[in-house]
Every structure is written in structure tokens, then in C-alpha cells.
């Protein structure tokens, strides 16, 4: 029951229907004046309020002095105001009986002795008023799908809706990493929230409501410290039962962790610890920010595999190589190709070349040409019941014929196999090909080290919740 | 006296004065007709001959029945016929004194008994006629300095001359790489060799000639087998001393081994014994291709350091703890600055905010501005003498105001201590960015991860030959 409600708290700074900027400006560079135009931009259709009391209107909003002025209350407060008056606005939040509140502002606990106690204060009024915070120093929520934000980073272009979540502890995540996303990956985002100091709501609640919600289906964090690890280790069990959870975690050294202590006044444990127990409850751990998305975009899109044995198909015989190597080196197996499935490889072959596996493709080009000797190649790998995750490495010429993803989306289609692509050649033609390619939600990968990461996370994570599950 | 006779005969291969392409051909699928092809887009100013019985001219090229039937002789004979003619010609190369032969055709001791017979048969020609040779197996040389090269596959747009020259056991790195390098990367290409089944030629004969060659600053290897292990030892230490080396190793686990063998022929020897041996001799190795990229750039680029104390100022406290761990789990120290640094630093911030390091330069725009902060973090951390080696992280939003770079210029050129830029965020800004920084010679890279590992790499390379110096 109290799970449930929340699960409802949290669903409101996602989905709410009625907002209130407190600290709304006209001048563009503040970030309330950010937050009112984002919202714009995205065609929030909910009602919106600013809260400034020095107008009664910003940028076509109405404006009132206070929350509690405004007649019908709002589900939820943006307070982008200088820290000093964050306590003050969360008593008027409390006369307003608003019930979900998010501040923007920094210069909290991050920030000495007169931060701690500012925070104190705040946090008392809220506990009192039944409020609960995200944040302070955070961007906060973005849901593209109820066309919401409270970041204050200017959002431009289409935000694609998709299957991945990210939850943070610094605002990078709502703003460049937001915009590398947009920019630069073709995997759509479900939800986005930003949780710096995680005074109240923290990576627990997100998680729970993540569990539930029906547009996620891979979620990924990048994490500072924990409020309380054990419900974290309790609610990630569940969580990665049904859906892969990647985790990016800050302060592995001491270095790092004296950085997050004087961030977000987190203090990061012993990172061997953290490790351990996180990889127990079927989490994916990754080192940087690149990994994370590697891995997100593999665990959201493929199938899990059934085992560790990879079929490799190359256009190069040195990539195979690089293939072997990396598929080994990222814990799974190069497959011993069925007889059946060398024979016929052979069979197609030049009389002076020799099959192998990885299958190198150059000399089959030569006799079938080379869009249909990836399509054999990939078969191979597909059919062959020795195989059980599949690695296609293309090798991208200027002058490569397009044509070859209506040749190959049959076979990539299939979906029974999880399949990642490596993209290597001509910038242009690459990303060309990459697009077509996630379109119909197949990796690609600019590396085949890389792509053999990436579907060994597969593995691992299905090995990790397999073992979880038996245990039970 | 030999080793210069040597690299006289090797600088043969990529400066002939003139080429004759056996097995020239009109139809454009073929070999002879794309390396012809090739030729003539770079603007060989060499003299130019085709070999085909068949014709007198291809392409404009005059074209002979043999070798011996060009009256004044060729400097180079490109070979692309099928293996099984490939000993004829040898014998045609002999008799008409031709001493560098570049074999392309495969089919020769990766294909076979029959394929081992011919390449023995090809062999014993050379020896008696003194004929050096590259390949069989391979695309040869690109020397963009000389618009000279005997690559297949088709090159298109300008080839940036530069500072760094690649050796590879695979087409690919003048193929796949090379498209790659000219189309995403910014940096230059002195020289690409690439040596096929290394019948004759090696790495060895190569990197002699790139010691002396006044264009290469770094080199970069892609090598599954060694010919002669104990002289390329004695090769790269000596290389090593003055340009730093690059090795990316295929065959490092048994998979690969087994698919390096099937590929050329190699037999690759246990990785952990390479990989001890290779250190020793100051060469720098990597797992895989975008390693070698990112490590080469800043290779070329930067100075060595001093010492492993990095100073990271970035516009987001999330990446200051992602740059504390990666410096860290690199192999750097993240410094302790100076006491005067921490001082100014801290006397620009507004009041809520605590000096710390790596520099968050987020509360001190609030202060001077985006631009002027990161102009004041990147002073602070170059001229901090607690500071070796400096990492700025710049997060970069679709309004990103480039003429930022001209205020870094003349910072980021004084060239004391090395610096690296990550370069993180909206694609295309990220993209001028990086452009305009890598035309100054600062390397850029997407991540901190990845910047924080090229920097371990030159302080490696540092280590690695100031050691190997002391110890002679």
C-alpha cells in the first residue's frame, strides 16, 4: 500500500497537471525564464503558473507572488531561486498544500556549514508539510512523452521517445549527455531524472517507479552516493528481474570520491564493496558515460542470449582477428561453427580460400558480391544452432551501397539471436548505415571491441538475473 | 652500411619514380584498374606503365606484355593477378631487374598446401634476382607526401598529410581505417604500410625506415605474427627512444591466435610474454582500434610530461568525479594544487560556492561567464607547479559560442604541459569544436574516459623511454 502511494508522489513529478515556477523571469539567462520556455517549447498542455512577484504576467504566463496566491494550487513547484530563499518558499509550498517540489537551486549541503543548515531548514518545513523534493542542485525530470521538463539547460530539436531511462546525480545528465543523446544516438529516452543532492526523492523511489512504468525498458544511472543502500540492493533485485539496469558509478577511487563529496556531499563507500554486491543484484557496471550507452542501447533493443558462444562474420580478415580477441577478452566464446554450417561456407568460396570462423567475407565477395555475402555470412551465424549471439562487422566504403539493410532487415528481424553491428569505415556512409540500422533496433558500434562489450553485458546480465532467479 | 641499404631499398616502396601495375585492367571491379585509378586521382608524378598482354594502353597508361618489354625499367612492379600467375611474374620482375615487387593477390601460405608451394616458388625468384618484397596478401602503400600509392580500394577526397604513419597485417588500414581516419579524425597521415602475409618486408624494415623518415612523428602498428621477435625488440627500442610506438596486437587470446593463423598466416606467440617484452622496449599497447587512434593523436601532438599529477577544470561536478576516477584508474594522480591557485579560484566564486578540485567551473560562469571561466581554469591548472599534465572537460550546448577558442588559443598553445580537451555534448558543436582545437594540435575526445587514458598513455611513453635512457 505505502509502496503504491509512492509510487503515485513519484508518477506526479513526471505527469503533473499543473506547474508552478517559482522564480519565472524574463531575463534569458535565468534559469527560470529557461524553465518556462523549455515548457513552452515542448507543449506542456498542462496549466502553468510562475510565481515572480513583481509581474502578474512572464512571457504570456500568469504570474503570482506567491504559491499560495495561486487560486487552484499546482501539483508541482519548480523553485529556481537563490538558495537563502529556498526555506521561505518551501513554507509557502506548505500553506499552498503543494505536494511535490523540485529545486533547482544550489548551495546546500554542498556547500558548507550555512548550506547544511539552509537544507536542514527546508527540509523540515517539507516533512512537515508532507512534501516530497527532488534535489537540491539538480535539472530534474524530463518526460517527453507528457511533454514535461524542469531543466534549465535550453532544449532544442525533437527529444525522441523511446525505451531507456537515465537517473542522475548531476545535472550533466539533463543537459550535455541529454544533448549527446539527442544528437548523436538514435535510441529514444523515456524518462530523465536529474536528482542531485537526493535530500528526499532519491534513486530508490525512481527505480520503483521505473519498475512500473510500461515506456521503460532498460533504465541507467549514474550515481554518486546512496541515501540507503540496502532498499537500493532490495529494489535493483526486482527491478533487473524484468528489465536491465547499467550503472555508472561516481567516486570508484578516492580521488573520485573526495570530487563527489565537495559535488553533491556524497559520500561514496568503498567502490570493491559497492561492486560486489551491485553485480549480486544483476547490475551492469560500466566505467564511462560512452559503456553506459553502449550498453543501454544493446540491453533495450536484443534479445537475451542463451549462452556465451559468438558467431563472427567480417568483410576483413584482420577485423576477425580484432573480433576474437575482443569477444574473448569481454568473457565469451568464439563458437565452434556446426560442420554443416562450414561445409556450406566453404561450398560458395574461391578455390584457393580456406572457410574459418570468424567467416571472413572478402573472398566470398569475390564470387557472390558484397551485399549478398553479408547476407550469407549473417545467415550463417544466425542458423548455426552452435552459435548463440551474433556479431556482424561491416566494413563501410565511400562508395557503400545502402541498399544492403533491405538485403540484410530479413535476417536482422528475426530477433531469436542477439545481434550487434560494427560499423567501421567513412564517417557519412557509417552513420547512414548506423541509422537504418537502429531504426529497426539492431547496435551498431563504431569498434568491434565495443560491440563484443556490448553483447557481453547481454550475457552477463542474463546470466546474472538467470542466477538470481534459480535462487529464489 | 647494410641497415642503410635497407632503408634505401625500403624508401623505394613509397617514393618510386616509376610503377608498372601487372594486371592493369579497363574494368573498374578489378584490382589493376582501382590501384590505377588510384594513382592517377592522387596525381602520381611518376613515370606510369600497365602490364597486360592484351593491350597498349589502359587509361591513358601505355601498356607492355611484360615487365622486360618496358624499354627503361620500373623503380616498383604493383602484382594483382591471381596467385597461381603471381611465380611467372616473379620471374618476369627478375629478368627485367625490377627490385621492389608489391604482391596484392592472397593465395599463398594462408590458402593451403598449394598456396605455401607458390609462395616458396615466388620466393626462391626474389632471393636470386635481390627483389624485395611486400605481401603477398595486402593493399601496400599509401604515402600521401609522394602521391604515391598501390591500395585497391577506392580512395577518394584529400588525404591530409601528417605526423603519424601506420603498419598493419590487414587491408583494412588502407581501407576501412584509413576512410575512417580521413573522414572522422583530424590528424594527418605521414605514411601506411600495409605488409600482408610478410613474406619478405616486415615491420621491422619498415619501422628502420620511419626512424629516419623526417615526416613521422608516431607510429602505429597492427601486427598478428612477427617474422623476427628479437629484432623488432631491438627495432622499437630504438625507435621508441625518439618517436613514440603504438602496437595493437591481434592473436592476444587463443581465438584470435587461431583466426590470425587462418588469416595470414601468422603464428602469434603467448600475449602475456609480448605484451611484458613490448612494454620493456617503451612501446605503448592497445586493445583496440579506437585506442590506438585516441593515443596516437596526442602521441603526435602534445609534449611528454614531467610527471603523472593531472589538474582537471570542467564546467559540471559530475564529470570533475567521472575525470577524479578515470585519471585515477589511468594511472595519474589527480594533483593537489597549489595553495595560491585555490586561493584565486576561490576568490572569483560567489559566496555559496567552495574551491575544490578538479575546478567545477559551473558557479563561476555565474560570476565571469562561460567563456571567461574556462579561460580562468585552464590558466589555473596550466600554471599551477603541482600540475603536469592538465584535462579540460567542456560541455558543449547547441548555443555554444565558438569564438571560446580564440580565447583559449593562446593558452592552449604555450605547449608546457600536455593538454587534452573532452569534448562533450550537442554532436555538430562538439564536432567544430573538436576541429578547430585539433587544427591548434590539442587532442579532443568525447569522453573523459577516454581523454584521461591518452594522457596516462603519454606519461607511459614518458616513463617508459626516460627509463629505457637511463638504462644504457
Not at 535493483?236 to 577511487?253: D, E, I, S, Y
Not at 564470387?367 to 549473417?378: K, P
Request: charged share 20%; with cysteine.
Amino acid at each position: 500500500m505505502e509502496e503504491n502511494l509512492s509510487i503515485e508522489e513519484i508518477k506526479r513529478f513526471f505527469d503533473p497537471q499543473s506547474v508552478a515556477i517559482v522564480g519565472a523571469s524574463r531575463k534569458s539567462d535565468k534559469f527560470g525564464s529557461v524553465i518556462l520556455r523549455n515548457l513552452q517549447g515542448l507543449g506542456y498542455p498542462g496549466r502553468l503558473f510562475a510565481v515572480n512577484p513583481h509581474t502578474s504576467e512572464i512571457l504570456g504566463v500568469r504570474s503570482f507572488p506567491s504559491l499560495e496566491a495561486i487560486p487552484e494550487g499546482v501539483d508541482i513547484a519548480i523553485i529556481a531561486v537563490p538558495a537563502f530563499v529556498v526555506p521561505e518558499v518551501m513554507a509557502d509550498c506548505a500553506r499552498s498544500r503543494t505536494k511535490n517540489v523540485l529545486i533547482i537551486s544550489s548551495g546546500f549541503n554542498e556547500a558548507g556549514e550555512a548550506g547544511r543548515k539552509r537544507l536542514e531548514e527546508t527540509l523540515k518545513t517539507a516533512r512537515r508539510g508532507g512534501i516530497r523534493i527532488i534535489g537540491p542542485n539538480t535539472t530534474g525530470i524530463l518526460n517527453p512523452k507528457a511533454k514535461f521538463t524542469t531543466t534549465f539547460t535550453p532544449l532544442t530539436g525533437e527529444i525522441r521517445e523511446g525505451p531507456v531511462a537515465f537517473i542522475a546525480q548531476t545535472g550533466m545528465f539533463a543537459g550535455v549527455v541529454l544533448y549527446y543523446i539527442i544528437t548523436s544516438e538514435r535510441f529514444g529516452i523515456s524518462r530523465v531524472a536529474g536528482l542531485g543532492n537526493k535530500s528526499d526523492v532519491d534513486d530508490c523511489d525512481i527505480l520503483e517507479y521505473l519498475y512500473e512504468d510500461e515506456d521503460t525498458r532498460v533504465a541507467m544511472i549514474y550515481m554518486e552516493g546512496l541515501n540507503d543502500g540496502r532498499r537500493f540492493l532490495q529494489i535493483a533485485r526486482k527491478f533487473t528481474r524484468t528489465k536491465p539496469l547499467v550503472v555508472l558509478k561516481g567516486g570508484r577511487t578516492s580521488a573520485g570520491a573526495k570530487a563527489a563529496l565537495s559535488h553533491t556531499g556524497s559520500l561514496a563507500g568503498q567502490y570493491s564493496i559497492t561492486e560486489a554486491l551491485f553485480k549480486q543484484a544483476g547490475i551492469i557496471l560500466v566505467h564511462d558515460l560512452e559503456e553506459m550507452i553502449d550498453f543501454a542501447k544493446i540491453l533495450a533493443y536484443q534479445p537475451v542470449p542463451r549462452g556465451a558462444r559468438a558467431g563472427v562474420a567480417s568483410m576483413s580478415g584482420g577485423e576477425g582477428v580484432m573480433a576474437s580477441d575482443s569477444v574473448t577478452e569481454a568473457g565469451l566464446v568464439v563458437a565452434n561453427l556446426a560442420s554443416e554450417s562450414s561445409n556450406y561456407f566453404q561450398s560458395l568460396l574461391p578455390q584457393w580460400a580456406v572457410a574459418g570462423h570468424p567467416l571472413d567475407l572478402e573472398p566470398l565477395q569475390e564470387t557472390v558480391g558484397r551485399s549478398e555475402a553479408y547476407r550469407i555470412g549473417l545467415e550463417i551465424i544466425l542458423n548455426d544452432p552452435n552459435v548463440d549471439i551474433c556479431l556482424l562487422v561491416m566494413s563501410i566504403v565511400p562508395a557503400m551501397d545502402e541498399s544492403i539493410i533491405d538485403i540484410l532487415a530479413p535476417l536482422l528481424l528475426k530477433r531469436v539471436k542477439p545481434v550487434a553491428v560494427a560499423v567501421v569505415g567513412a564517417k557519412q556512409q557509417c552513420e547512414n548505415l548506423a541509422t537504418r540500422l537502429e531504426e529497426m533496433e539492431i547496435p551498431t558500434y563504431p569498434t568491434v571491441a565495443r560491440a563484443a562489450k556490448s553483447l557481453a553485458a547481454l550475457y552477463h546480465y542474463a546470466q546474472a538475473t538467470n542466477s538470481g532467479e534459480s535462487k529464489c
